[in-house]
């Protein structure tokens, strides 16, 4: 035998060579279990291919009745394998060397899904020793519960390249989980590599204050359109969140909720379309051993960082927050409660608010049992920062609370609209060395002399001359008329520009300008084209550009749009609609043409 769970069967039949007129004692039943050590196969065998085992419950059964004696790998063939759900116990012989793998036989977790009919794929109680590799998993949602996973108990359980594909949710309800525990602590959960699609919740994983969870990792992981929150987490001991990116639905989403936990790191990971990025309360650390909210880029219209009640000695430290609140409070960048909480800390952030919430806001009492320092703060609108009081400007807010004497207040220039690396010089070298943040989101060094502000460490680049948009433009013209051209550009870049090369192309023709003009970094210029365009009848593409010879970026040089040059009939004039053509094509709502 290869080992595992066996049905064994003997019967009798014709006897002296006739007929046993009463068969129901002619059989006997049984069943012989030989422990598992080594790779296994399934796959489906009707196509004459050889497998150890034809359905994953069958390898599953073996392990949970014969225990293992050495290393096992369950290897799955490229299929779809469909489930009521499975149910693994503890396994006789599993340790930290006897342990369980789940993979698939190709490597390629798009070869194999496994899917349930019922409340989960996989419930794992009291299993120990246990990895599951390059497999996707998913429900089907026939049930009330809609999980993926479901533990209990368990101690060294490993997810790595796995996808979880969980149901469209639109409620909060934990039933749309993609893993699951709730009540019961498990020890050393690692997640790394995998992405999350749909439910309600990516995680929800919550010890007891009698028994706390314990050591989850989450890395590299990519969480999508979770409706409520991608990780919901409590009562739990060192948990680390890292280098992973959650993409939400700009309406519902939530990052991170930690709440009742000791000592927990968030750090590294991009957060898009959040409605609360990252919320944390009630949890303890040390001054021996800080928690830490470090790294992250994060993009929202609600809440980007929510630092709550009873909690101490945390790190607040390089991150980048742009949101557009819609809330004075709960639509803010960054939100704290200053009361109760020792030790804390809120330095080098970048925190951006576009709409009508503050860049901070302080909900309590005195902020003098926290330090907040070298941050940027900056507000599109009236409100940038309150604590005992509302505060328009940063240079307000110093003068009557003595505070963030070393912050500053600008409109930072990052590479894209949704790319919140910067590129602002302004915050180049001017964030405080003390807290020693070595390395910044994307793994760079960081000076370790003049560090900068926010999750990315950046060298402004010396010539970087950006291409912003036409000026005065109306895209509606009449044919044949003449159009004088403008353009809007910035620089970027870290070195003054004394000459600006600046073209345009239209129909053809491509205009060339120099300009003799004196920019400063991060000077905004207007120009106007010394030649004019001819305004040709119908739709054509204009493109205008500056292309400075030592420019380091090209990315953002150029522009485009189209101009739509219309019939214009000089008055009085009178058509009968039949004996001429009215009628230009490519303009946009067009009424007629002579028929």
Request: aromatic share 12%; proline share 2%; hydrophobic share 35%.
């Given at each position: 035998?290869?080992?595992?769970?066996?049905?064994?069967?003997?019967?009798?039949?014709?006897?002296?060579?006739?007929?046993?007129?009463?068969?129901?004692?002619?059989?006997?039943?049984?069943?012989?279990?030989?422990?598992?050590?080594?790779?296994?196969?399934?796959?489906?065998?009707?196509?004459?291919?050889?497998?150890?085992?034809?359905?994953?419950?069958?390898?599953?059964?073996?392990?949970?009745?014969?225990?293992?004696?050495?290393?096992?790998?369950?290897?799955?063939?490229?299929?779809?394998?469909?489930?009521?759900?499975?149910?693994?116990?503890?396994?006789?012989?599993?340790?930290?060397?006897?342990?369980?793998?789940?993979?698939?036989?190709?490597?390629?977790?798009?070869?194999?899904?496994?899917?349930?009919?019922?409340?989960?794929?996989?419930?794992?109680?009291?299993?120990?020793?246990?990895?599951?590799?390059?497999?996707?998993?998913?429900?089907?949602?026939?049930?009330?519960?809609?999980?993926?996973?479901?533990?209990?108990?368990?101690?060294?359980?490993s997810f790595?390249?796995?996808t979880?594909?969980?149901?469209?949710?639109?409620?909060?309800?934990?039933?749309?989980?993609?893993i699951?525990?709730?009540?019961?602590?498990?020890?050393?959960?690692?997640?790394?590599?995998?992405?999350?699609?749909?439910?309600?919740?990516?995680?929800?994983?919550?010890g007891?204050?009698?028994?706390?969870?314990?050591?989850?990792?989450?890395?590299?992981?990519?969480?999508?359109?979770?409706y409520?929150?991608?990780?919901?987490?409590?009562?739990?001991?060192?948990?680390?969140?890292?280098?992973?990116?959650?993409?939400g639905?700009?309406?519902?989403?939530?990052?991170?909720?930690?709440?009742?936990?000791?000592?927990?790191?968030?750090?590294g990971?991009?957060?898009?379309?959040?409605?609360?990025?990252?919320?944390?309360?009630?949890?303890?650390?040390?001054?021996?051993?800080?928690?830490?909210?470090?790294n992250?880029?994060?993009?929202?219209?609600?809440?980007?960082?929510?630092?709550?009640?009873?909690?101490?000695?945390?790190?607040?430290?390089?991150?980048?927050v742009?949101?557009?609140?819609?809330?004075?409070?709960y639509?803010?960048?960054?939100?704290?409660?200053?009361?109760?909480?020792?030790?804390?800390?809120?330095?080098?952030?970048?925190?951006?608010?576009?709409?009508?919430?503050?860049?901070?806001?302080?909900?309590?009492?005195?902020?003098?049992?926290?330090?907040?320092?070298?941050?940027n703060?900056?507000?599109?609108?009236?409100?940038?920062?309150?604590?005992?009081?509302?505060?328009?400007?940063?240079?307000?807010?110093?003068?009557?609370?003595?505070?963030?004497?070393?912050?500053?207040?600008?409109?930072?220039?990052?590479?894209?609209?949704?790319?919140?690396?910067?590129?602002?010089?302004?915050?180049?070298?001017?964030?405080?060395?003390?807290?020693?943040?070595?390395?910044?989101?994307?793994?760079?060094?960081?000076?370790?002399?003049?560090?900068?502000?926010?999750?990315?460490e950046?060298?402004?680049?010396?010539?970087?001359?950006?291409?912003?948009?036409?000026?005065?433009?109306?895209?509606?013209?009449a044919?044949?008329?003449?159009?004088?051209?403008?353009?809007?550009?910035?620089?970027?870049?870290?070195?003054?520009v004394?000459?600006?090369?600046?073209?345009?192309?239209?129909?053809?023709?491509?205009?060339?300008?120099?300009?003799?003009?004196?920019?400063?970094?991060?000077?905004?210029?207007?120009?106007?084209?010394?030649?004019?365009?001819?305004?040709?009848?119908?739709?054509?593409?204009?493109?205008?550009?500056?292309?400075?010879?030592?420019?380091?970026?090209?990315?953002?040089?150029?522009?485009?749009?189209?101009?739509?040059?219309?019939?214009?009939?000089?008055?009085?004039?009178?058509?009968?609609?039949e004996?001429?053509?009215?009628?230009?094509?490519?303009?946009?709502?067009?009424?007629?043409?002579?028929?």
């Amino acid at each position: 035998p290869i080992g595992g769970y066996y049905d064994l069967k003997a019967w009798i039949s014709q006897p002296n060579a006739g007929t046993d007129p009463y068969t129901l004692n002619d059989t006997l039943s049984d069943f012989f279990t030989s422990c598992m050590s080594g790779v296994y196969t399934v796959g489906d065998t009707t196509g004459g291919a050889s497998y150890d085992f034809t359905s994953i419950s069958k390898a599953v059964k073996g392990l949970n009745q014969a225990g293992i004696c050495g290393p096992v790998s369950i290897e799955m063939a490229t299929g779809n394998y469909t489930v009521d759900h499975i149910n693994l116990t503890q396994i006789e012989g599993s340790s930290t060397t006897n342990t369980v793998t789940f993979t698939s036989i190709t490597g390629n977790m798009n070869d194999v899904t496994i899917s349930a009919n019922q409340n989960y794929v996989f419930q794992l109680n009291g299993t120990d020793n246990l990895f599951f590799e390059h497999l996707t998993l998913a429900t089907l949602g026939n049930n009330t519960e809609k999980r993926i996973i479901k533990m209990i108990n368990n101690n060294k359980v490993s997810f790595s390249s796995c996808t979880f594909n969980g149901v469209q949710s639109t409620t909060t309800s934990s039933n749309y989980t993609l893993i699951y525990e709730y009540g019961t602590g498990s020890d050393s959960v690692a997640v790394d590599s995998c992405t999350f699609n749909n439910g309600s919740y990516g995680f929800v994983l919550s010890g007891s204050s009698t028994n706390k969870h314990k050591a989850l990792i989450v890395s590299n992981s990519t969480f999508n359109s979770q409706y409520y929150r991608a990780v919901y987490a409590s009562q739990m001991i060192n948990t680390v969140f890292e280098n992973n990116t959650i993409n939400g639905d700009q309406l519902h989403t939530d990052g991170v909720y930690l709440t009742s936990n000791t000592h927990f790191r968030i750090a590294g990971n991009t957060m898009t379309g959040m409605d609360k990025a990252i919320e944390v309360s009630s949890s303890d650390g040390t001054s021996a051993q800080k928690q830490q909210i470090i790294n992250n880029m994060i993009q929202g219209v609600g809440t980007g960082i929510k630092v709550g009640l009873g909690l101490d000695y945390i790190d607040v430290l390089h991150n980048t927050v742009k949101v557009n609140g819609s809330s004075t409070s709960y639509g803010s960048t960054f939100y704290a409660y200053s009361y109760t909480n020792y030790g804390n800390v809120y330095a080098n952030n970048i925190f951006i608010q576009e709409g009508s919430g503050y860049a901070v806001y302080i909900s309590g009492s005195s902020t003098t049992s926290a330090v907040f320092s070298h941050n940027n703060y900056y507000s599109s609108g009236a409100n940038l920062i309150q604590n005992s009081g509302s505060y328009a400007t940063l240079t307000s807010y110093q003068q009557f609370n003595l505070a963030d004497s070393n912050s500053v207040s600008y409109d930072v220039v990052f590479s894209g609209t949704n790319d919140l690396h910067c590129v602002d010089a302004r915050l180049n070298g001017i964030a405080d060395t003390t807290y020693n943040v070595l390395t910044d989101i994307d793994g760079e060094s960081r000076d370790l002399v003049y560090p900068d502000m926010g999750a990315d460490e950046f060298t402004p680049m010396a010539v970087d001359m950006k291409a912003v948009e036409f000026s005065q433009f109306n895209p509606l013209q009449a044919s044949g008329a003449s159009l004088q051209l403008g353009i809007k550009v910035v620089n970027y870049g870290g070195d003054t520009v004394f000459s600006l090369p600046l073209s345009y192309e239209y129909m053809g023709a491509v205009i060339n300008d120099t300009v003799n003009v004196t920019l400063a970094p991060l000077q905004f210029f207007t120009y106007t084209f010394s030649v004019p365009l001819t305004i040709a009848q119908g739709t054509n593409a204009i493109k205008a550009y500056t292309h400075i010879a030592a420019d380091s970026n090209l990315l953002n040089d150029t522009i485009y749009t189209q101009v739509n040059g219309m019939v214009v009939k000089s008055l009085p004039y009178a058509s009968d609609f039949e004996s001429s053509n009215d009628f230009s094509a490519g303009i946009a709502n067009s009424a007629w043409e002579y028929g």
